[in-house]
């Protein structure tokens, strides 16, 4: 069974913190992606990576980085957290058509 | 661009009564689809998917969606809902070349009445 890990499941930050959201696959997937979902929204992309030190902007990069120094690992970082970056995050991986999904972090920054 | 769209943010329905879940998308070249069901404090979880071939896809849980072209749908459907069946149902598009994210539809919350 493809694993998709992330590192916690519940995170209260403070305005103006750095937060880092990490996510581990252990089915050795190139392709890493984080999303945000909020209700009525769906899901929307923030970032993807294709191979270790690659990134992509997904369609909501705004106030977020990525790092994947390692294949297995892509992290989330939210350089400021800002009140309108409360939500849940997910993780994704993929293989030839499935995503795989992490069980999602819910962030609430106050 | 892709876009999913999903009709019906709440659907309700009795146990054992048919389920549709309706799913349009825009695509300007042939799509990947997906259904996907997330319960409540989980993750996203695959349902069935279309890729190429035939066009009426089974799933798990006895769930099956259809891809018409000509109307650029892919609802989901389940004959008789079981209570277990309450959810979330995100229906999904990806282009089949290129970036490999999915474009989401904003999700149609299912609730079955007893």
């Known amino acids: 069974d493809v694993k998709v890990t992330q590192s916690s499941r519940y995170l209260v930050k403070r305005t103006g913190e750095k937060v880092f959201l990490e996510c581990v696959q252990d089915?050795?997937?190139?392709?890493m992606f984080w999303y945000r979902q909020d209700p009525g929204l769906g899901l929307r992309l923030i970032y993807f990576?294709?191979?270790?030190?690659?990134?992509e902007k997904g369609d909501i990069p705004e106030g977020y980085s990525v790092s994947r120094e390692k294949k297995e690992r892509f992290s989330l970082i939210l350089e400021s957290a800002s009140t309108n970056q409360t939500s849940m995050y997910l993780c994704?991986?993929?293989?030839?058509?499935?995503?795989?999904f992490g069980p999602g972090t819910r962030l609430t920054v106050t | 661009a892709q876009s999913v769209t999903q009709l019906g943010s709440h659907v309700s329905v009795s146990e054992g009564a048919l389920v549709l879940l309706r799913c349009n998308y825009s695509?300007?070249?042939?799509?990947?689809l997906f259904w996907y069901v997330q319960y409540p404090n989980q993750g996203l979880q695959l349902l069935l998917k279309?890729?190429?071939?035939?066009?009426l896809v089974k799933g798990i849980n006895g769930f099956e969606a259809e891809f018409k072209k000509s109307e650029t749908s892919f609802h989901l459907t389940k004959p008789s809902a079981h209570m277990s069946d309450a959810a979330e149902y995100f229906c999904?598009?990806?282009?089949?070349?290129?970036?490999?994210?999915?474009?989401f539809g904003s999700g149609t919350r299912l609730q079955v009445q007893p």
């Open positions: 990576s294709y191979d270790v030190k690659m990134k």
């Open positions: 279309y890729t190429t071939g035939a066009t």
């Open positions: 994704a991986s993929i293989n030839a058509y499935e995503q795989y």
């Open positions: 695509s300007s070249v042939p799509p990947y």
């Open positions: 089915m050795d997937h190139e392709n």
């Open positions: 999904a598009v990806r282009i089949g070349t290129g970036r490999r994210a999915l474009t």
